[in-house]
């Protein structure tokens, strides 16, 4: 790789942290990050185990710390972007890939609306997904202006961006997953804080085996995607990395569809 093509990719001397970060889209972020120079906190949940995560991504040179961090815990927000502004003086990268797995809710096409079932799932979703990265983000903020900047990132869905029937709540968090990336990069540009959503297709993860994993569903999702295939976790981290270094800077307030062509599709 030439001189030019390392220096637009590098993150040499910066710093990220990723939430929900011990498999899946989020693992493949941190290994993105740290791979290009960035020292990258992993974080997740107590039962998902990030420091033993992190520790072995350690074991192959990468530098990344592991932290248990419950995206709902504002206190534990505050006490995490607070250890890394003492003990690095930065954030440069802030990764929003924490998330809830969802099973459809209701049947398409229902009339009848929302049940109560449903309703306090919104609740859930929308504590997970909206209202703990607003908080996150009004934290880290400050500390990346101090910085010189940073780019902020958040995990939308191709749910977001367009109608849905099956799994029409979950799409409401995640289109507002899009809407706050525009609100932050109106709001923060001026400090030089990019801000930017990422609305996946279908990829090939734990998290994607409803869909994967049926027979019948994942040949009728195929069909209806012009690759004709999935998408992997290494093509949404190569979508982060670009978000987070030099090659993005002038990118700001979008919501980009990794999706193999699905939303386009006729």
Same mark, same amino acid.
């Given at each position: 790789m030439s001189n030019? @093509?390392?220096?637009?990719?590098?993150?040499?001397g910066k710093v990220a942290l990723v939430t929900?970060?011990?498999?899946? *889209?989020?693992? @493949?972020?941190?290994?993105?990050? +740290?791979? @290009?120079? +960035?020292?990258?906190?992993?974080?997740?949940?107590?039962?998902?185990?990030?420091? =033993?995560? %992190?520790?072995?991504?350690? @074991?192959?040179?990468?530098?990344v710390t592991g932290r248990v961090l419950d995206v709902t815990d504002a206190h534990a927000q505050a006490s995490l972007i607070a250890e890394i502004a003492r003990d690095h003086g930065r954030l440069? /990268?802030?990764?929003?890939?924490?998330g809830m797995a969802i099973d459809p809710l209701?049947?398409?096409?229902?009339?009848?609306?929302?049940?109560? %079932?449903e309703l306090a799932a919104l609740d859930s979703m929308f504590d997970v997904h909206v209202r703990s990265v607003v908080a996150l983000c009004a934290q880290v903020c400050p500390v990346m202006a101090d910085g010189g900047g940073g780019s902020i990132i958040i995990m =939308? =869905?191709?749910?977001?961006?367009?109608?849905?029937? %099956?799994i029409g709540l979950y799409a409401i968090t995640k289109a507002a997953n899009a809407q706050l990336a525009r609100n932050l990069a109106?709001?923060?540009?001026?400090?030089?804080?990019?801000?930017?959503? *990422?609305?996946?297709?279908?990829?090939?993860?734990?998290? +994607?085996?409803? *869909? /994967?994993?049926?027979p019948a569903l994942a040949e009728r999702r195929r069909e209806k995607t012009p690759l004709?295939?999935?998408?992997?976790?290494?093509?949404?981290?190569g979508t982060i990395l670009y978000l987070a270094s030099n090659a993005g800077a002038f990118t700001s307030g979008e919501t980009i569809v990794v999706d193999g062509g699905t939303f386009i599709n006729d």
């Open positions: 030019y @093509a390392q220096d637009l990719f590098s993150l040499e929900g970060a011990t498999r899946g *889209i989020g693992l @493949a972020a941190v290994r993105a990050l +740290a791979s @290009a120079g +960035a020292h990258t906190f992993l974080t997740g949940l107590e039962r998902e185990h990030p420091v =033993s995560v %992190a520790d072995e991504l350690s @074991a192959e040179g990468l530098r440069d /990268t802030l990764v929003c890939n924490a209701g049947e398409p096409g229902n009339p009848q609306g929302a049940s109560e %079932a =939308s =869905s191709l749910a977001g961006v367009r109608g849905n029937s %099956a109106v709001q923060w540009g001026q400090k030089n804080i990019r801000a930017n959503a *990422i609305a996946p297709g279908v990829i090939d993860t734990e998290f +994607a085996t409803p *869909i /994967t994993g049926s004709r295939k999935f998408g992997s976790v290494d093509n949404i981290a």
